[in-house]
């Protein structure tokens, strides 16, 4: 049976899946592919499906993602219980004409954002709403206030952060409560060999039990398949249990944290086995110590580009 790990009022998978990478550009044309990769994941035994509704080839494809998990749900004959799937959707970054990026987390576009989002997933209820990135023209407090809003109106069911500090965190949890009360279930902020500039918010997320979702848990799509070059102690550790750097770096992040579920992506069916045989590895504490010591380069994918600004 698949490890599991507590998400809010749940327990889900050990380890999820990232499902942004099906919709980029080149996999537009390769639909069936795409959803024989979530059925790969649902018979694998993962219950956790990370989406949002930017994740689209192009500007005027918003949703796309969302649509093509819920084609892959609805479609789905396999062994595993559909009820035990968990599906986390974010909102609050615009994508326009000329693929024109913003933020927009006002309570008015929030609940259009998550109407969408419901009727391309095609549910009643979202289980998991993460707001996505930081509105610079609201407070942070205006924007938890939307949240909750969602989470009134029965819009959603539990509430998560994206790409948030330690500090509004902090005031997310002292306005909403955290896990145990019902209030932010989840984090989901980068972390990887590359990047390990958010430790004081795993660390936050650990000593409140709210679930840690790192995206790009291998460095991204660009370096995830060097990251044994990158970092060669992920190599020599993947060398001595005959796995790969990949399976190594999932083990790695695993083991680091309780809270910690990752959310790796794939393109393949063929790479959801590879992800399974992450949560086999058993690291010894030597090795583990040799991945710890690693030295990140704490450089963002996509580093933030607007200032936090009045939090409260």
């Not at 306005?175 to 902020?189: R, T």
């Not at 102690?233 to 190594?248: C, G, K, M, N, S």
């Not at 083990?251 to 579920?261: D, E, K, N, Q």
Request: aromatic share 4%; hydrophobic share 40%; proline share 5%.
């Amino acid at each position: 049976m698949i490890a599991l790990r507590t998400l809010g009022d749940t327990r889900v998978s050990a380890i999820g899946l990232g499902c942004m990478p099906l919709s980029n550009s080149r996999m537009v044309d390769h639909r069936e592919q795409a959803v024989r990769t979530i059925h790969a994941a649902l018979d694998a035994g993962i219950t956790l499906l990370d989406t949002a509704n930017i994740y689209a080839p192009s500007w005027d494809a918003i949703g796309h993602n969302e649509a093509l998990v819920a084609e892959a749900i609805r479609t789905y004959t396999g062994p595993s219980s559909l009820t035990d799937i968990v599906i986390t959707t974010k909102g609050g970054i615009t994508r326009g004409e000329g693929e024109t990026w913003g933020r927009n987390s006002k309570p008015d576009a929030l609940v259009r954002a998550c109407e969408d989002s419901l009727t391309e997933l095609g549910v009643e209820i979202i289980d998991l709403y993460q707001h996505h990135r930081h509105d610079p023209t609201l407070t942070y407090l205006e924007q938890i206030h939307a949240l909750q809003a969602l989470k009134d109106r029965h819009l959603i069911r539990q509430i998560g952060l994206s790409n948030v500090t330690a500090e509004e965190l902090d005031l997310a949890i002292a306005e909403l409560g955290s896990a145990k009360d019902g209030g932010v279930v989840s984090v989901q902020n980068e972390l990887s060999p590359r990047y390990r500039a958010d430790l004081d918010v795993l660390q936050r997320c650990e000593h409140e039990g709210i679930a840690f979702l790192p995206w790009s848990p291998l460095g991204g799509a660009t370096h995830a398949k060097d990251v044994g070059s990158r970092f060669t102690e992920f190599a020599d550790v993947a060398a001595e249990l005959a796995a790969t750097a990949q399976e190594v770096t999932l083990a790695w992040l695993l083991r680091m944290s309780p809270v910690m579920i990752p959310i790796p992506g794939a393109s393949k069916p063929e790479t959801i086995a590879s992800i399974m045989r992450s949560l086999e590895l058993v690291l010894s504490d030597e090795q583990f110590a040799r991945l710890q010591a690693t030295e990140p380069e704490h450089t963002s994918m996509y580093p933030e580009d607007q200032p936090r600004s009045a939090l409260r």
